[in-house]
């Protein structure tokens, strides 16, 4: 094949490749150097055609300028697209983060009219706040149905625990957020809702049958699909009984079969992103990307090696091993989907735009919405038991730590106790451990100095996690610290499961309180609800220590 | 007084008064709200005439746009500084972070006339790059000399330990500084480097007598004010052998009696932030700058509420405590020194202004340079002795931890490790516990299954700490480890005297390693030392987790 031709037909197939990019402005500022191009590889593939960029990291202002700059090194319409199921704020400091779906997902079971509003608010935000960053795909909603408590993964990335529950509020949601002009992705098809596994770590294998498929996982995804969702996102599960030797993300049977022909869907199939372990442990860049294309794949969601995807993708094209009508598909479909952007668009773009350096981000509606589902979303007991006593000590567990996105120096979970002369004590998986080898009393109390004890744990299914959280004994530190009578309070920050799990040793009479929601909203709320009955002795310009040189 | 000349005197008051505002271009990203006025507050207080803000956090791209916010906030050209001592990089993220000062006072010892050369540089990489970000006033060079190991607040941030060492550094340093079209300034005047307080914390008192200062203290401040320093920041220190009473920032003996009259010095004498506990436990915002001003002070720094300064000032000129002409020789000063900016700009000002979203910000030969200064400040001994195996316990020991400016869980120090199957432990002082209770043996080891040990130790003066870093019992652990033999390696990043300290008691054989520069590139160096004997294990591919959805 002549040069050209190939040419052509590789920028064609790069148009079917989305690449990771951060969202600082920067190469000395890339968090995650191993998987984000720097600067001038991203010139290049956008040049020579490369199609789509997922981007991580920054704040709203950098990220709407590196949209900019992205856009002017490629020669055609970019999709630009972000994991910010939560909000902008979730992955762009400055934006709106909302408490996880699951929050609306228990509140539709008490209220479903209000939760439902709330859900096409919530998918209106992200869409309004994308958009005024520049980005024009968003990857949300979740559509798996989160059967499985022990899910280490989706759990409270989950719009709820029943098919209806989910089907309800993703369409919701869904309306929200397209009607702000940015396209879509149901994710993660057939559904990671029924897996004790992560995929970023190792390959889930789901023994479901298309049966139970059926009755759970695909009713969301067909909701969504019947609301004309743009794209649909492959999960990187085996599905034994439905295809035994590929993963769905590989699976022809699950992406052309059951997808495209027994359920219709018309729009973008896109892989979830390739370097995730479940793949890269087992496949090249190259013959990953083959693969997932072959099946039914449209778009390549983050090859560890962009270059090596295209290339190999081409090969196959040439070889005859794929049919060059595939690719044609798979452009038209990318072609359709991006047009419909244009037209969503027009409606509501002008007012957005008018963000501006030193202006708010977060509108003044925005900022009431997630306060109102902060506050619909927060449990709390016995307040007026709750007693602090200087000796008290806070003992504060965080799953991540380099950095924490939900505690700073300034936070109300570490602020408001140190204001009150309370002791602080932050236990992260890095830390020294705080355990010791008695299983009825895991916690090793003579390093924290007898206290009592406040007890602040941030845990929910963040992914690469895996299990590790769920094997930390807080339910018997629980009952370890009421035994002793040293249990002040409790406050769970994020997994509904875990506070459930607490709450079955709690006695009734210690104060406690529960957030979905883990951010610095939530942690105010709930400690001005322990500490109010001491309000009296609450002095702000105590120990206000800040740094300066 | 009537009104329109109330207002007209209100202006000119608060043309010198220095506001803090965050680097964020949005209020809701400040790291320090209690300290941080927001945009509205900020805009007013420009438009009622306030001349100068200091500035923290942020990126360089994001403080290039809120420096040129700031401006059209503003009537006048106003001052626009940062305490970048090591780069513009301390603050701003994407900027050079270079080892600090004393790493040149060190080598200066070895290599006066690179060391010289170097401090050159230094001066001119952050008087380059704070211009490239909107800067015009760098509050450096730091002037102390750190004649006090235990000088918990000054240390490492000292060009050396006697004062002709630091004198011929300065001058270096500040050559190079206002080659590049910015202001700078001494501090902090009459000398913080003989006191093991911390000003941040409580009110340092020195013995020192005018003796003493003439033959120490002083040197170097004279030295830079030869040479034509733009502004002398004042030390919150009482220094009872010369004013028994008055802190040096309110002290009239000081300021105007000796550095005035005496040493002559006729730039704009700035206080040091009167937010720092030294000041603000004692007095109110308006007190402290009334007493500042009265004292000699032009320019006054971070007071706590900065309405409040200005009103206060304004009422003590109205009422004849303080006479007009003071406030017009002020106004001269500053206005005489901002001219001078103008004409220093001309020279190198364009080449610079190049600097673009998606291009570096660090010139090359600035990153060759911070990478030439990492290299001369290394120390390492015994690299090929350095044995690890699986189970070697990666200990690191931090400061600070919400957020840790120089790690991340991609940096070196902790990446390498691991990659080679270390287990890592991260200690900072808000973590658990790995103290026990025995004087000789203090850490309990069995939390740590058993070790053996790479001991990483990040340790240095900074501001806000006081002794508390001091107190770990480091010496004690280093002899506790080699008695079990479990020692593998020792690092220490940061301060000097501490790495002194511990090679009192470390076995020769041990392999260790010394950085002043606690930054990434140092870590790099370090480890690939440790680990090179060891290269052939090292899989860079090997358990690169990182984080997506």
């Keep these: 094949m002549s040069s050209p031709l190939r040419k052509d037909l590789r920028q064609k197939v790069a148009q079917l490749v989305v690449v990771r990019a951060s969202g600082h402005a920067l190469d000395s500022q890339r968090k995650y150097p191993s998987w984000e191009l720097?600067?001038?590889?991203?010139?290049?593939l956008l040049e020579e055609g490369v199609g789509g960029v997922i981007l991580h990291g920054g704040t709203v202002h950098e990220i709407k300028d590196r949209c900019n700059k992205l856009s002017t090194w490629s020669n055609q319409p970019i999709l630009l697209c972000a994991d910010?199921?939560?909000?902008?704020?979730q992955r762009f400091e400055g934006g709106s983060w909302m408490p996880p779906p699951m929050a609306l997902g228990l509140r539709y079971l008490k209220n479903p009219k209000e939760a439902l509003l709330l859900a096409q608010e919530y998918g209106k935000c992200i869409g309004a706040q994308a958009r005024r960053c520049g980005l024009n795909w968003v990857l949300a909603p979740v559509c798996d149905v989160n059967s499985d408590p022990l899910n280490p993964v989706i759990n409270m990335r989950a719009w709820g625990c029943n098919p209806n529950t989910v089907s309800a509020l993703v369409c919701a949601f869904h309306r929200g957020l397209v009607s702000e002009g940015v396209l879509s992705c149901a994710k993660h098809f057939p559904g990671h809702g029924h897996t004790q596994v992560d995929s970023h770590l190792e390959l889930p294998i789901v023994e479901s049958d298309i049966a139970r498929l059926e009755e759970i996982e695909l009713i969301p995804f067909k909701a969504l699909i019947e609301q004309g969702v743009n794209s649909v996102m492959s999960a990187h599960i085996l599905f034994q009984a439905i295809d035994p030797t590929s993963l769905a993300t590989f699976s022809e049977k699950i992406l052309s079969g059951l997808l495209r022909d027994e359920i219709g869907f018309e729009g973008m199939v896109v892989t979830d992103a390739l370097v995730m372990q479940a793949i890269s442990h087992r496949y090249g860049s190259g013959e990953a990307a083959v693969m997932a294309f072959e099946a039914g794949a449209d778009l390549i969601l983050m090859p560890l090696e962009p270059?090596?995807?295209?290339?190999?993708?081409?090969?196959?094209?040439?070889?005859g091993r794929i049919p060059f009508e595939k690719l044609e598909y798979s452009l038209e479909r990318r072609n359709r989907e991006m047009s419909k952007l244009n037209i969503i668009s027009k409606n509501s773009i002008e007012e957005d735009y008018s963000f501006q350096i030193g202006e708010e981000f977060e509108q003044s509606k925005e900022?009431?919405?997630?306060?109102n589902i902060i506050d619909i979303s927060i449990e709390t007991r016995n307040d007026s038991n709750f007693q602090y006593s200087p000796d008290l000590v806070n003992l504060i567990r965080i799953d991540d730590l380099l950095p924490c996105p939900y505690l700073s120096s300034s936070s109300p979970a570490l602020r408001i106790p140190s204001q009150f002369g309370c002791k602080n004590v932050i236990y992260h998986p890095l830390g020294v451990s705080p355990w010791q080898d008695k299983p009825m009393e895991p916690l090793e109390i003579d390093r924290f100095n007898q206290g009592p004890f406040l007890l602040q744990l941030f845990v929910r299914g963040n992914p690469f996690r895996g299990n590790k959280d769920a094997n930390e004994p807080w339910v018997e530190v629980v009952e370890q610290l009421q035994q002793k009578n040293i249990l002040s309070g409790l406050v769970v920050y994020g997994s509904f499961y875990f506070w459930e799990k607490l709450l079955v040793v709690l006695k009734s009479s210690i104060p406690a309180a529960y957030s979905p929601g883990q951010m610095q909203a939530a942690q105010q709320k709930i400690l001005d609800f322990l500490f109010k009955a001491n309000k009296n002795q609450f002095t702000e310009k105590n120990n206000r220590v800040e740094f300066t040189n």
Tied chains: 1, 2.
């Design 307 to 319: 270059v090596q995807a295209i290339d190999a993708i081409v090969e196959a094209l040439l070889s």
């Design 367 to 371: 900022l009431s919405l997630v306060d």
């Design 38 to 44: 720097s600067n001038s590889e991203l010139k290049t």
């Design 84 to 89: 910010v199921e939560e909000g902008v704020g």
